[in-house]
């Protein structure tokens, strides 16, 4: 009872046996009471503890230990006791299914009547439990604001905070029967809105913003009642048996047991922070499915108030579903509830689970990531609310998704539809075909600590010496707002360094699948149709290429034989992404019309591994076309310069680590490339070995990126530079006119035509300083925005050219007929 951060407590140790023994009693009928009563009558505690010492019982209640137990000057040892009701035994395991239901009764809660059945005739199923107990002087050293409240003639926070740490003991007790995947917090609300630091917190607030402390505790108390996940460990069996063939029979789960086996034995001492890639609704359900498998506790999954409709939102709150708000706006009651529950959460020990893309990916790829919930994360650990929280990229990836369709849809300027009962249902009945594994892997920890101090974060504010003798009121407070604004920004960019961290982690262990190298091969060859042995001849290659690296991978060995890698091929058309003509000598494959943006959002799960190759292939393309002699220069200028253009559609390491990877690139390529002595001739005879390695990756890897940057970039030149731009509208005018665009063949393809690319485009722009307006009334302000808008736009123009150049090189356009 001494420690209930939700970790093992290490047992009291006593040289002498106390003089007295409290139970605090726990039941909810007459019969468990009973069943305690002989227990304890029986000798059952004394043996426990080796000693018969005298045992008053009180009842767990607040009431009765404020009356009868906080203020005796003895010091008792305090044992919280209850019954623990076991549901039948299956196959070794004892967990409620539906057919326990139709009983009426609650196999871990039964009724009074099941109660006594149960104890003639099934008496395995109730253990007599007892939590740690503790000293009563004990429990006064642990909670000295509630026991220094005493004085005050007010013993019932001392008496609520015994109860707390008296069900927490029990909790953890009996988990060590039931198992960890049934940990569950109790008491969350109540603990929090006695916690003296919130309500100070809280009377601060309430004093900025001119409200009554009463009206301002009113608003967290019922912030907080709404937020907190009921969890109960019933809902949970049955929930996870009802949602578990909504993924069991379309996918089969694919991961890796020896990661699991590390992060278990990490768990003990740490909180774990889950942060997977999201790529579908789900995501949730199959990897909360694989935890449980492996005996991990529930997580506190956060997501969108948007899920929290009838009946599912109720259902999923009592698994651990934490709905949040999408703004906070300026509610600071609100944004005080959430992190202290968040702090709260991970001081316990409780393990979270959040997207940290915002949202579910549209194209495939990982979305730049929002930092909100981990910011909450760093200032708990600023705080030193926690020790350290360990951050666990996880990688969940699909060979097929049958909501593709809708999220193309989205990408085209169609409206998401609401979620709600009648779109659940339409969900759960499009997840009835079977669609190949879902790869479930996950990445190396990171300690948030060490991660937050390494990228920079103070992790507490620095203290500043000011001479007052030598500065005035006015210079103390600019100096302090300075340094203020000065420990913000380090911890700001400290959490987005962190944010990269975790999207580097995830890819690292995204593996490549059989359709992210089918739809690679069909997106690259300009809508012509390719037979079966032109599509293997094509990928041989790239399989050399991903052994070479040693990628990981799903099952590829299918790609390399023709009875196999038709059997994906025919798996894709079924999924309608790709079609299949037969009236000729033999089938021929090709992405299916309107189809790309699906296409190429498989492609994508796996396009972060080739991203380099293809700087690569248009570097020396520049180095070669350059006029400069120097090539080996021009080549790597190249590089730098796309890695920028590139920076908000992929996760880039720093420039050192950059020049790393490009020259291990290169080495792959050349192994003797640092051997050439002319650097005038370095392009030309690398650009050779290029086109010899059998594959060129530009054209398919960043030729839908390029065209939808030259589409904003093209917009923004021919809008007036003082004139301020309303996003909104003008990501609906990149869609209008980039379908006009693809229409004209002026780009190369319907993927690049697509809400995702152009806002990521948006944001490089406005990072080149691109969408500031210019001053109306200065001609030469207006004409210097106009050419840096014209510049950009030439750029890409410039970019696009060697990505054609590149496609021309590529030998599949030599490949022939079938043999």
């Given amino acids: 009872m001494i420690d209930h951060d939700g970790g093992a407590p290490a047992p009291t140790s006593r040289t002498t046996p106390p003089g007295s023994v409290v139970a605090l009693i726990e039941s909810s009928s007459p019969v468990e009471r009973d069943l305690i009563g002989t227990w304890l009558g029986e000798g059952g505690f004394a043996a426990e503890i080796g000693a018969d010492i005298p045992v008053t019982q009180l009842d767990l209640d607040a ?284 001081a316990k020990r409780f393990n979270l689970e959040w997207y940290f893309e915002g949202g579910r990916t549209r194209t495939g790829k990982l979305r730049p990531p929002r930092y909100g919930l981990l910011n909450y994360l760093a200032a708990a650990v600023r705080a030193n609310r926690i020790d350290d929280v360990m951050l666990v990229p996880v990688s969940i990836t699909y060979e097929r998704l049958n909501e593709l369709g809708a999220i193309a849809t989205e990408q085209v300027g169609g409206k998401k539809k609401p979620e709600g009962l009648a779109w659940l249902a339409r969900y759960v009945r499009s997840q009835q075909h079977s669609a190949g594994h879902v790869y479930v892997r996950f990445g190396d920890p990171l300690s948030a600590r060490e991660r937050l101090a390494a990228n920079g974060d103070p992790l507490s504010a620095p203290s500043i010496s000011i001479p007052l003798h030598r500065t005035d009121s006015a210079q103390v407070e600019a100096i302090s707002m300075a340094a203020d604004d000065e420990t913000a920004e380090l911890e700001r960019k400290a959490v987005q360094r962190l944010a990269f961290e975790i999207a580097v982690g995830i890819n690292a262990v995204t593996p490549i699948t059989v359709n992210a190298l089918a739809t690679l091969a069909l997106l690259g060859v300009d809508e012509r149709a390719l037979t079966l042995g032109e599509v293997r001849t094509l990928l041989a290659p790239v399989l050399g290429y991903i052994d070479k690296r040693g990628l990981p991978s799903g099952e590829l060995a299918a790609l390399r034989d023709e009875q196999s890698l038709a059997v994906v091929l025919e798996q894709l058309s079924l999924a309608k992404v790709v079609t299949v003509y037969r009236g000729g000598l033999e089938p021929v494959y090709s992405i299916e019309s309107g189809a790309h943006l699906e296409a190429a959002f498989y492609r994508n799960s796996a396009v972060h591994w080739f991203i380099n190759r293809a700087i690569l292939e248009l570097s020396i393309l520049a180095a070669v076309e350059s006029p400069d002699s120097d090539q080996l220069s021009t080549g790597w200028d190249e590089a730098y310069r796309l890695r920028d253009l590139l920076k908000f559609d992929f996760f880039f390491p720093d420039r050192s680590e950059f020049t790393a990877q490009m020259t291990a690139e290169m080495r792959l390529v050349d192994p003797d490339w640092l051997n050439h002595t002319r650097r005038d001739t370095f392009g030309t005879d690398v650009l050779a070995k290029l086109t010899a390695s059998g594959f060129m990756m530009a054209h398919r890897v960043l030729r839908s990126f390029v065209d939808a940057q030259l589409v904003v970039a093209e917009r923004l030149a021919a809008r007036d530079p003082a004139v301020e731009i309303d996003r909104k509208q003008f990501l609906d005018e990149c869609l209008a006119v980039g379908k006009q665009m693809l229409l004209q063949q002026r780009l190369h393809s319907p993927e690049s035509v697509s809400t995702e690319l152009f806002t990521s485009a948006l944001k490089l722009a406005d990072n080149y300083g691109l969408l500031r307006p210019a001053d109306l009334d200065s001609a030469e302000d207006r004409a210097e925005s106009t050419r840096r808008r014209n510049e950009f736009a030439e750029q890409l123009r410039t970019i696009g050219a060697l990505i054609s150049r590149a496609a021309t090189l590529d030998p599949s356009n030599r490949l022939g007929p079938a043999q």
């Avoid at 919280?80 to 409620?96: A, H, T």
């Fill in 63 to 346: 009431g009765a230990i404020a009356a009868r137990l906080v203020g005796r000057r003895d010091d008792p040892l305090v044992v919280p006791i209850r019954v623990l009701w076991l549901p039948p035994e299956r196959d070794g395991v004892r967990r409620i299914t539906f057919a326990d239901l139709a009983l009426l009764t609650n196999p871990r809660k039964p009724h009074r009547l099941a109660q006594r059945r149960l104890v003639h005739q099934s008496p395995d199923r109730h253990v007599i439990l007892t939590g740690q107990p503790a000293l009563l002087s004990e429990l006064r050293l642990n909670n000295p604001e509630a026991y220094a409240m005493m004085a005050a003639g007010s013993a019932e926070p001392f008496a609520r905070a015994i109860v707390r740490a008296a069900v927490v003991a029990l909790e953890r007790a009996e988990r060590s029967i039931i198992g960890d995947r049934y940990k569950v917090p109790r008491l969350v609300a109540e603990e929090i809105l006695d916690s003296p630091e919130f309500l100070r917190r809280l009377e601060l607030i309430a004093d900025q913003i001119g409200a009554a402390p009463q009206e301002v505790y009113r608003r967290a108390e019922k912030a907080l009642n709404g937020l907190v996940a009921a969890q109960s460990r019933l809902v949970s069996d049955l929930f996870t048996q009802a949602m578990r063939p909504v993924h069991a029979s379309t996918w089969k789960v694919d991961t890796e047991e020896s990661g699991l086996a590390a992060l278990r034995a990490l768990n003990r001492s740490h909180p774990l922070v889950f942060l997977p890639s999201h790529r579908s609704y789900v995501d949730a359900f199959v990897l909360g499915d694989v935890l449980a498998r492996n005996d991990f506790p529930p997580n506190h999954v956060i997501g969108g108030a948007n899920l929290s409709f009838w009946p599912m939102g109720p259902i999923a709150r009592r698994t651990g579903a934490v709905f949040i708000r999408r703004s906070f706006g300026d509610d600071e009651v609100y944004k005080a509830v959430v992190e202290e529950y968040f702090a709260y959460l991970l």
